[in-house]
């Protein structure tokens, strides 16, 4: 098949299978963020993503007609993930030789799979910048090799260095990594490979190099003043941010309007004081776990995870086991890391191919690269940066206590002895304290404290461990996985130009339908055109508040449908939603009162804190207008209001007699929510919300309902 031929069937492939798999409405997590700011052009999480919400705003106005704003929002990363994979095919004909005739089966193959790994799949299909982001980093290395092509071209016996047919390559790179910040910040990250790749390029032709070194001095400065002109014109999307947040829109996160609001949104503070270069120095989880199989965070356990999935779940480490699952999943380990031995192996072979080096030391870098940057927690370390504070500030606490009282212990044993502590009965707190052995550090700790109030100090409680990450980080090595891909085709190659008759005809029909594999392996899990669950979650959640009634809500997943229906759907917009977990900046308390002015007429209470803020609302508006809360609120923070905050659904109400409110909850689970198609697919929000309506359902059948509402309910436990 010719080239051309080859493109096309890759549009195609990829053209069914998205359209097969693609979700036709909001997903969790920041799904629904998306797609809601790009309906209102409103401004979402730090770092803004502007150009992602402008693009947004632009397929809506193209194809939302076709089936909403969160249909069209998702085609984004349909489209962008296509053609992605298209480069992917461009990139792997231009590294392997010229006089390799099946140059565009190997091109085909490493773009086919890709199509459908895992991870690359699950973005493709719903509303993010992954798929987009995805798009850039593999254009830049394109255009990296373009470059190449040029700069070694031959003209009169002499390099065109100097020619700004070259140089045109290296500044567009530039230009779409700065504006691809406009996405997400993973764009920038091939910038460092390209420049060692252009170092090793120049040095291999450095005699011809030097020759012609005073020509470009004479261009140098045009060349500089027209990388910052390009990278200056990159950056202003993010201009976007401070002029619509200047508008007051519906969302309008951290307020980037206000100069300080805006340095803190593009630096991420809203999570966490130290950069992420910084906090990179600190280890937060042990390396066999960032590295391995761990919970969350295990690169390998993603990696293997991506084409042929290992049964029992590749984030579990596995031995040779007894069941014949086990055993697969053995040998799926086995298998995939010979593969990955392979691949290095191939890409030796094309070790003086600075082409093939730089693939590999992409993968390097968004994998090995990203492990050490991201260090993403396993719950097991402490905060160790917050650590060093601590054990400075002890240090010079230490000077205040008398020399009779000992050192402190490790600072994990002491927080084990306060959580446990706290956690028995107080008439067995002084015995405990007084002859346990594990109560040893914790003694310390105290005879500290009281030697301090003596100077009017007290003990700073130490930090404690991170928590493990919440949900799964796969995404965050996509960029991984692709370039996988693409040594795989390599290393591959480097095996087929052996092969010869009957073999050759054998692996070559295996190169073309290798996406079958993944293809059948990944499609249920990331199947999600009949996936309606976070769209149902969202409207029965809003259903369940009276009209005119306030929302407290607490997390990303029961907050960011709920503004995708709002927002994007101009649905139930009565409900005042308000997330706790925001209303600690000043910011957020602004621009609730200012979106709902009624529900203070004392502006002064918008400085408080987040929890006399919300106490506060209520004061002012309950019993009047409904107030409820989340699942996850704990009625005993509002029993000044009422000793009532039952459970009618999906929601608690505060202050409904028990007996109205178990008539709501079997109403409202058996007759007022919507049920579509209650699959997991792999997904743990979905799982999540489905263990919601299971627990739920358990609860309501305790409530008397009749037979038709019990089969109701017995379905719901079912699923």
């Known amino acids: 098949m010719g080239k051309a031929g080859t493109r096309v069937a890759i549009i195609l492939l990829g053209v069914i299978g998205y359209a097969l798999t693609m979700a036709r409405t909001v997903s969790f997590w920041d799904c629904g963020e998306y797609i809601a700011a ?14 992602f919400v402008l693009l947004g705003r632009v397929f809506i106005l193209l194809f939302g007609w076709i089936n909403g704003p969160a249909f069209a929002v998702n085609l984004i990363s349909a489209i962008s993930s296509i053609f992605c994979c298209l480069l992917i095919f461009e990139i792997t004909v231009k590294i392997l030789p010229k006089e390799f005739e099946k140059r565009n089966l190997f091109g085909f193959f490493a773009a086919s799979i890709s199509l459908f790994g895992n991870t690359f799949w699950f973005n493709a299909v719903e509303a993010g910048a992954y798929g987009i982001s995805m798009l850039i980093i593999m254009l830049q290395i394109y255009l990296i090799l373009k470059w190449n092509e040029t700069y070694e ?32 910040t993973f764009c920038i990250l091939p910038l460092p490979a390209i420049f060692i790749y252009v170092l090793i390029i120049k040095l291999k032709h450095r005699k011809k190099l030097f020759s012609t070194l005073n020509s470009q001095l004479s261009t140098l400065n045009s060349l500089i003043l027209t990388a910052i002109l390009l990278i200056s014109l990159a950056l202003s999307v993010q201009l976007y941010l401070p002029i619509r947040s200047s508008t007051e829109p519906l969302m309008n996160q951290n307020n980037p309007a206000k100069i300080e609001n805006f340095w803190d949104v593009l630096n991420r503070k809203q999570y966490g004081d130290m950069n992420m270069f910084e906090r990179a120095l600190y280890r937060r989880g042990a390396l066999i776990n960032q590295f391995g199989f761990s919970e969350n965070i295990g690169y390998l356990g993603y990696h293997l995870n991506q084409w042929v999935p290992a049964p029992l779940g590749a984030q579990t480490l596995g031995t040779w086991g007894e069941s014949r699952l086990e055993k697969m999943q053995f040998f799926h380990r086995i298998i995939f890391q010979f593969l990955i031995i392979a691949v290095f192996a191939g890409v030796w072979m094309f070790r003086k191919n600075p082409s093939a080096m730089l693939i590999t030391a992409m993968f390097l870098l968004s994998s090995a690269g990203l492990v050490f940057y991201l260090n993403m927690a396993d719950g097991t370390k402490l905060e160790s940066y917050r650590a060093k504070q601590w ?61 301090l109030k003596e100077h009017g100090k007290k003990m700073p409680l130490p930090p404690k461990a991170v928590h493990r ?43 073309m339908f290798a996406w079958t594999i993944p293809f059948a392996c990944n499609f249920e899990a990331n199947n999600r055109s009949k996936d309606f669950i976070a769209r149902d979650f969202a409207m029965n959640v809003l259903n369940s508040v009276p009209q005119n009634g306030i929302l407290i809500t607490y997390g990303d ?52 804190s987040e929890r006399d803020f919300i106490y506060k ?14 699942l996850g609120a704990k009625p005993e923070d509002y029993e000044e209001f009422s000793e009532n905050m039952h459970l009618i659904g999906l929601v608690r109400n505060l202050g409904m007699e028990k007996s109205a409110a178990d008539s709501f909850l079997l109403a409202n689970l058996t007759a007022n929510y919507s ?23 358990n609860i309501a059948l305790r409530k008397e309902p009749n037979e038709e509402q019990r089969s109701v309910l017995q379905k719901l436990i079912v699923n």
């Open 557 to 608: 997943n029961d907050t960011f449908p709920l503004w995708y229906m709002q927002m994007a759907e101009n649905y139930r917009t009565d409900v005042v939603v308000i997330n706790d977990a925001l209303a600690y900046s000043d910011w957020y308390r602004e621009q609730v009162l200012r979106a709902y002015p009624k529900l203070m007429e004392n502006e002064q209470w918008i400085m408080d």
């Open 153 to 184: 071209s031959v003209e009169s016996g002499e390099l065109r260095v100097e020619s700004w047919k070259s140089w045109k390559y290296l500044l567009f790179i530039l230009y779409i990594s700065f504006l691809g910040l406009g996405f997400h």
């Open 469 to 511: 990450d919440v949900r799964n980080r796969d995404y965050f090595f996509t960029p991984a996985f692709l370039f996988f891909a693409i040594m795989s085709a390599i290393a591959c190659s480097a095996a087929f130009q052996k092969l010869t008759g009957r073999a050759e005809r054998f692996a070559t029909l295996g190169l």
């Open 391 to 451: 054990n400075s500030e002890i240090k010079e606490l230490r000077k205040l206590v008398p020399n009779s009282i000992p050192n402190l212990t490790d600072i994990s044993k002491v927080n084990t002895a306060l959580s446990f502590y706290a956690s028995i009965p107080e008439e067995t707190r002084e015995n405990w304290l007084k002859i346990a052995s594990a109560a040893e550090g914790l003694r310390t700790f105290l005879a500290w404290n009281e030697a």
């Open 675 to 697: 049920y579509s198609e209650l699959k997991a697919r792999g997904q743990e929000a979905n799982e999540q919300t489905m263990q919601i309506y299971k627990y739920l359902a």
């Open 617 to 630: 609302i209520i004061d002012n508006n309950w019993p009047e207008r409904s107030v409820n809360f989340m």
């Open 38 to 51: 790009s309906n209102i052009l409103g401004i979402p999480h730090p770092p803004g993503n502007p150009l």
